[in-house]
């Protein structure tokens, strides 16, 4: 019996004119993701996505999984096909939905017929389909209402294909599609939440992050690397730069005022990324603050940080309470290794008494003290990139 992966398409068959741009996108990611599981065939037919396999070898199980974690996919399910003859489709779905139907009490069948040809209506396949399954098993009774399982058979053009219930996709909008993006990455469970969100609503992603070696270990930034190459199951491959932070910090500490150390390292933070996304063809900056979460993330720290970003940031967590946030980061598996207590630059130098309610002239005044545009030069020209994925 061959078997087939049946996506549904989300959002993007709203999106008019765009739809198709939507849909290449899609495909595109289906087929570079697939492509390392074995050979499959991915083709679009009538707001449904089909994904093959051309032999034995490709791996269903991990192609369920690698669909599963693709922005713009709804729902999907695995079916078995049938060629388009009614006794055929019958023992297919006794047969492909053996072990669903053993353990369920009962089930309804429906039907979609958009082979007009075919010689059977809707109602007439779930007649006969449903008399069938209902000698097979015995046990089984018919419930329209709330079955365990509902049987679906769909007869379309190139062939029938038997299934039951549709799992939840990952939702969103193909990667890509909106453009592209910067995340501030740390070690913490927000950031990788937010990436994760961005992402799914379309964007292409880049990340930086910013060590301060010896303060902080290879160990930390290998955390870092873990969190990217989960968010990238969702997002896809991504790049990672590494901003040498050591030298930048150490100035502050020595030259600033000690009560907007904070402050000052989020500026130069904000202006490094948006320098290095601006020469990466990103558009935006993705940070994982929260409001009110710590002090740093107050109205008016909020502030003083966008004072120096020409470029738009996206928070999606703002609005967020810490339970909501570590709800998603379970979800996509991130919770675990951020967890994990490594150092952050962040937390490196902190103040005692950081300014809740900083004015951002002063903040200003006392980062210029420092000769900011060579500190920035020189940390942009040490950055260390690597592939994720
Ligand atoms: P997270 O859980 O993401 O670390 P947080 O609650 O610890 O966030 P902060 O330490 O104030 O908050 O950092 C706020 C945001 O600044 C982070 O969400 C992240 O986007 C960015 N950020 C913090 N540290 C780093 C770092 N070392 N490299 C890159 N970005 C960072
Ligand atoms: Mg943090």
Do not use: W
């Not at 990436?195 to 290879?218: D, I």
């Amino acid at each position: 019996m061959k078997e087939i992966l049946l996506l549904k398409l989300g959002e993007i068959v709203l999106k008019g004119l765009n739809r198709k741009n939507f849909e290449d996108t899609l495909m595109r990611t289906l087929r570079r993701r697939l492509a390392r599981l074995g050979d499959f065939r991915v083709r679009a037919a009538q707001s449904t996505i089909y994904v093959e396999p051309q032999n034995d070898d490709a791996d269903m199980d991990e192609a369920e999984d690698c669909v599963a974690h693709v922005f713009g996919v709804a729902a999907y399910s695995r079916a078995c096909t049938a060629e388009k003859d009614l006794e055929i489709i019958k023992t297919a779905a006794a047969d492909y939905l053996a072990d669903t139907l053993g353990n369920a009490r009962t089930f309804k069948v429906e039907a979609k017929r958009s082979d007009k040809k075919f010689p059977y209506n809707s109602p007439q396949i779930c007649d006969e389909v449903g008399g069938f399954l209902l000698e097979r098993y015995p046990h089984l009774t018919v419930n329209v209402h709330e079955p365990d399982v509902i049987v679906t058979v769909e007869v379309r053009d190139f062939a029938a294909y038997v299934r039951a219930g549709l799992v939840r996709g990952a939702g969103g909008i193909p990667v890509g599609t909106g453009g592209k993006a910067c995340v501030l990455i740390s070690g913490g469970i927000d950031s990788p939440v937010a990436a994760y969100m961005m992402a799914k609503r379309g964007l292409e992603l880049m990340a930086v992050h910013f060590a301060s070696p010896p303060y902080t270990s290879e160990r930390a930034e290998e955390k870092v690397v873990e969190l990217l190459e989960r968010v990238a199951k969702f997002s896809g491959r991504l790049k990672m730069y590494t901003v040498p932070f050591t030298r930048i910090q150490e100035e502050i500490r020595d030259k600033c005022n000690e009560d907007y150390f904070t402050l000052i390292m989020r500026r130069f933070m904000m202006q490094i990324a948006q320098r290095l996304a601006a020469d990466k063809g990103a558009q935006a900056l993705i940070t994982g603050e929260s409001l009110g979460q710590v002090a740093s993330q107050t109205i008016g720290a909020i502030g003083c940080t966008d004072a120096v970003c020409t470029m738009p940031v996206f928070r999606p967590l703002l609005g967020m309470d810490k339970e909501e946030i570590i709800g998603i980061a379970r979800r996509i598996d991130t919770f675990d290794i951020s967890i994990q207590p490594y150092e952050d630059c962040c937390t490196v130098f902190t103040p005692k008494h950081p300014r809740t309610k900083p004015v951002i002239e002063k903040v200003a005044a006392e980062q210029n003290k420092l000769d900011c545009e060579a500190l920035i030069e020189e940390a942009v020209k040490n950055v260390k990139v690597r592939d994720i994925l």
